[in-house]
């Protein structure tokens, strides 16, 4: 892939060194649309999970190895697209590989289940990010090894995305040996050192049971009500937004590299999850440990997990060879966390600093190749043959 990626590289200076004009940035970032303005060939693939879950999952086919690039928290997989040509997916799949872009159970892609509605059946969205590591990842794995054949597979996630690795080592770690190289950007483990903002609502978040937001009819976040989305109705009030965006980067951090302006950005975010991902996180932060989430009823924990117990997550047992970019400048996946993290990890065989905040990792613009580049590397090194 040396040659390819060099001829970008040099491809990428020289837009870098003009006016760019990112105009071909189509608005409506619909996966579809993303690749279609990009020019790029798109596959669609579905995959059912052992709870029955249905994914559509995407591929932009490569003749090499397989990458499999799982984003994070409340994105899908158009956010590696989102930044035009100097997106990861696009850079990875123009350098040859063969680009997998997963989605998780209750995003846009994730709203379908062979008996579940996510419009009737609160049944459906009682799920975390253990669910997401404990079955999604399996099941999109699974695809990709059979739809490629077995071909070797490189695993790339993304805050929530390595977070849900983290689960899978622990939860399913038969499917670890699959992933020749795992590559973590912004590592999210417990999140109990993080700067942000969003760390002081934890305390209160996390102490308060399931059973009030189902009541309320909270169980979707963002949070709907009969004919009203929270977030729709704030684009659709123009004088709310600033206000909006602004207590939004504040909490996840500027992009400092943005190509894409703050409302471009919030046009694409956020897709929808469970509020009980977001409680699990609350509670992970508040008690400072990386564990599945507390049901607070031992039915439901049983139900869950099988015991009363709630599960503490092994990180010892992400085995494959993985490597970490992670930036002193990111309010949410903090350097101590990362350190912390390194301390765990049996196989880590590089990391990175970098000067990147959270969100930059998607949406940055030209400064983000020199990571893009040390990726396909890295890749390059461990492919066998």
């Known amino acids: 892939m040396q040659s390819s990626f060099r001829e970008l590289f040099n491809w990428f200076n020289l837009q870098t060194e003009s006016d760019q004009d990112y105009s071909e940035i189509n608005q409506d970032f619909s996966i579809e649309s993303l690749t279609s ?14 709870d029955g879950y ?45 680009v997998w872009l997963g989605n998780l159970r209750g995003n846009q892609y ?14 459906f969205w009682e799920f975390t990010f253990h669910h997401h590591g404990t079955y999604d990842l399996p099941a999109i794995i ?22 849900s690795l983290l689960v899978m080592a622990s939860q399913r770690n038969t499917f670890i040996e699959d992933i020749s190289l795992a590559i973590m950007l912004a590592p999210v483990l417990s999140g109990s050192n993080m700067t942000s903002s969003l760390k ?22 963002p949070f709907r009500f009969p004919g009203l989305s929270i977030i729709e109705f704030i684009r659709d009030n123009h004088p709310l937004m600033p206000t909006f965006v602004q207590w939004i980067f504040s909490a996840l951090g500027e992009c400092k590299t943005g190509m ?30 990386f564990s599945a989430y507390d049901w607070k009823n031992r039915e439901k924990n049983i139900e869950m997990y099988s015991k009363p117990g709630v599960p503490e997550y092994s990180v010892s047992k992400l085995t494959c060879p ?5 930036s002193e400048e990111d309010k949410l996946s903090s350097s101590s966390d990362v350190l912390y993290l390194e301390s765990l990890l049996p196989n880590l065989v590089f990391k990175r600093k970098v000067c ?24 390059q090194q461990y492919t066998s043959s």
């Open 37 to 50: 303005s990009l020019r790029l060939v798109l596959e669609k693939h579905h995959v059912i999970t052992s």
């Open 54 to 98: 249905i994914l559509e999952i995407h591929r932009l086919p490569g003749h090499g190895p397989a990458v499999f690039l799982q984003h994070g928290l409340l994105c899908t997989s158009s956010s590696w697209l989102i930044s035009g040509r100097f997106s990861l997916a696009y850079i990875l799949h123009r350098a040859g590989y063969d």
């Open 110 to 123: 994730g709203l379908k289940h062979v008996t579940l509605d996510p419009e009737r059946d609160l049944e």
């Open 142 to 163: 699974s695809k990709i090894k059979d739809v490629t054949c077995n071909r070797e597979l490189f695993y790339i996630g993304h805050s929530m995305g390595s977070t």
């Open 200 to 221: 002081l609502l934890a305390p209160m978040v996390s102490q308060l049971s399931p059973k009030v937001f189902s009541y309320l009819g909270m169980y979707v976040f």
């Open 260 to 289: 894409l302006g703050r409302e471009e950005i919030l046009r694409h975010l956020p897709s929808t999850t469970s509020t009980y991902v977001l409680l699990h996180f609350s509670q992970n932060i508040t008690d400072n440990k």
């Open 322 to 326: 993985t490597a970490i970019f992670y």
């Open 356 to 379: 990147l905040s959270h969100l930059d990792y998607i949406f940055s613009g030209p400064s983000k190749f020199l990571v893009s580049s040390k990726i396909d590397k890295l890749i």
